[in-house]
């Protein structure tokens, strides 16, 4: 006997966050090792222009043995610093392969057991992990490259003169000072134009799933007139951003003119008291030195900013596995048994002590009006809706999803032979394949290759009924000893619906089925009970409806 379990509250465990411990995590250590060595030896590049440059004031022309040496020197330099560089890459390039397969299959792991739509997963695994790739970890990269950077030049800077080093650095950073100081009012304007465009994209996306109505109501021109009216201002809070960082450039070239020339002059005027011990050499490998420091802020910070505005994309939620209610009390009867079952979507409470217990192979219609609750109703069943009280049993436990097959109108059909779409790709014989086809009526329908017909775009090229019966056909094949039909017949005629019913109510297992329309004769030649769902909870029909 299955054991009946309760669903932790704790929220902790709902969710995903990319982050820094979640790279640590995924990569293994001797790549991340690997990735610092190289990031530390690519780091010279920097100090490599500046000190070359100031080195060649130092060489001696007259002396071809130096000059060359030096050259011999100077290249080897840049050999090694660039060969880091380029392995640094790649091994960063491995990483986000890794990292990228870990993100794809965490966004579908998480999506499959909960109902989220296809386009979200869809959109999930390419243009969201599109942009966590690249906004993120890409940019944590670079951040620990640039980081590696800045370090090795400062302390560069720092040990060819210290004094006149520190001023250097501290004037370079006069030029951070805009953007420092822009970023909040620029966070503004983007989150502006980010919210217009979300919005000019929802009702484009509106405008074109409802092409059929706008042309048939002849109200395109008011449709194109709100669409014109959102691009209008989608592009003005484009441009309005666009002029901000323009602005926010020409502060940051003012400053730049102070961050060049002021180093350059305090260089000069120090070099005049000997004591200092400053050369034109010490103050050229300063100036590009520090120059890239500066640089390298820069671009620490607008890869911080980057990686910030990921922060809303980067937390996957993991779906709520609906709650079970612990409930120890015994329950001896076989078949299907719902006890006071409630169930809520949201502060109104759709099914309210509803109780029902069907034995084995006994079979029940559910009627009732339009949004009473009939499709809650098997989803609650199925477990697919958390309950809010009460349980449903089959066969003395709390129902699991491996007890039952559950058809809905939107059959489930995928690209691939009828085969794979009835043994998804378990092992089943063609035997027992052809028997399950022949038994739905299939077999005859299809002729004898049915197995290898192709289904394709989703089950275009099948019927709805033949549809539905392959649902049956695949849970037949697995035993399944509880059906639970959602409207199955509803786009059926009248003559198909019941040969699905009569191939159905013959079945040697439980049946729950909800249907607006039945045949009352049918109903009664194979003992349907007949129930009603309302208000007042699900109670058999005696009149025929
Ligand atoms: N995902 C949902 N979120 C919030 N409310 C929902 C959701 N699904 C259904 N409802 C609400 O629950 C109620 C019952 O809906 P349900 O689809 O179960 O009715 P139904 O009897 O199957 O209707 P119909 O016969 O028209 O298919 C309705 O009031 C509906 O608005």
């Known amino acids: 006997m299955k054991l009946t379990y309760e669903l932790k509250d704790s929220n902790t465990d709902h969710q995903v966050k990319i982050n820094l411990k979640w790279i640590l995590e995924t990569l293994p250590t001797p790549l991340?090792?690997?990735?610092i060595i190289l990031g530390i030896t690519s780091s010279f590049e920097a100090i490599l222009n500046g000190y070359i440059m100031g080195q060649i004031i130092k060489v001696n022309l007259s002396d071809l043995g130096s000059v060359t040496r030096f050259i011999l020197q100077a290249f080897i330099a840049y050999l090694i610093t660039y060969l880091s560089a380029y392995s640094f890459l790649m091994l960063k390039n491995q990483a986000i392969k890794i990292l990228n397969v870990k993100l794809k299959q965490t966004f579908f792991k998480n999506a499959?057991?909960?109902?989220?739509?296809?386009?979200d997963i869809t959109n999930s695994i390419t243009t969201i992990s599109k942009q966590i790739e690249q906004s993120y970890f890409n940019s944590i990269f670079m951040l620990i490259q640039t980081g590696l950077t800045i370090i090795s030049t400062t302390i560069f800077i720092l040990g060819t003169h210290f004094l006149l080093g520190s001023i250097y650095i501290v004037l370079s950073f006069l030029s951070l000072i805009p953007s420092y100081l822009g970023r909040k009012k620029l966070d503004v304007k983007v989150k502006e134009w980010s919210t217009?465009?979300?919005?000019?994209?929802?009702?484009?996306?509106?405008t074109f799933r409802g092409r059929t109505e706008i042309r048939n109501?002849?109200?395109?021109?008011?449709?194109?007139?709100?669409?014109?009216?959102l691009l209008n201002k989608e592009e003005l809070n484009y441009r309005n951003l666009s002029n901000y960082q323009t602005t926010l450039m020409l502060y940051a070239w003012g400053f730049a003119i102070l961050t060049y020339l002021g180093p350059i002059a305090i260089g000069l005027y120090l070099a005049q008291f000997s004591s200092l011990g400053i050369t034109t050499s010490i103050i050229v490998s300063l100036i590009l030195t520090a120059d890239s420091v500066v640089g390298n802020m820069r671009s620490l910070t607008s890869l911080q900013n980057a990686v910030a505005g990921t922060n809303g994309i980067r937390t996957i939620a993991k779906s709520q596995q609906p709650k079970i209610i612990k409930d120890h009390s015994e329950n001896s009867t076989?078949?299907?048994?719902?006890?006071?079952l409630q169930v809520n979507r949201g502060p109104k409470v759709i099914l309210d002590n509803i109780n029902l217990t069907l034995t084995e192979q006994e079979k029940a219609l559910i009627t009732g009006p339009s949004g009473v609750g009939k499709s809650t109703l098997l989803s609650a069943i199925s477990g697919q809706v958390n309950k809010a009280n009460g349980n449903v049993y089959f066969n003395q436990s709390i129902v699991d999803n491996s007890d039952y097959v559950y058809i809905s109108q939107d059959i489930w059909l995928f690209d691939g032979t009828l085969r794979d779409n009835l043994t998804l790709f378990e092992n089943y014989s063609d035997e027992v394949l052809t028997e399950v086809i022949q038994k739905v009526g299939l077999l005859e329908e299809l002729g004898d290759h049915a197995l290898d017909m192709e289904i394709k775009n989703k089950g275009e090229n099948v019927s709805g009924g033949q549809a539905q019966?392959?649902?049956?056909?695949?849970?037949?094949?697995?035993?399944?000893?509880?059906?639970?039909l959602d409207e199955i017949t509803s786009s059926l005629d009248v003559k198909n619906a019941k040969k699905i019913h009569d191939l159905i109510y013959q079945l040697p297992v439980t049946v729950i089925e909800s249907a607006h329309n039945y045949d009352d004769e049918q109903l009664e030649q194979y003992a349907i009970k007949k129930l009603v769902l309302s208000s007042n909870g699900l109670n058999p029909v005696t009149t025929s409806a």
């Not at 076989?334 to 006071?340: F, Q, S």
Request: hydrophobic residues 45%; positive net charge.
């Open 217 to 229: 109501f002849d109200v395109k021109s008011l449709f194109f007139s709100k669409i014109n009216r």
């Open 469 to 484: 019966r392959i649902a049956i056909a695949r849970g037949l094949l697995r035993d399944k000893k509880l059906f639970i």
């Open 196 to 206: 217009s465009n979300s919005e000019l994209l929802n009702n484009t996306s509106d």
């Open 112 to 119: 499959f057991n909960g109902d989220q739509d296809e386009s």
């Open 32 to 35: 991340i090792v690997a990735i």
């Open 334 to 340: 076989a078949g299907l048994v719902i006890k006071n």
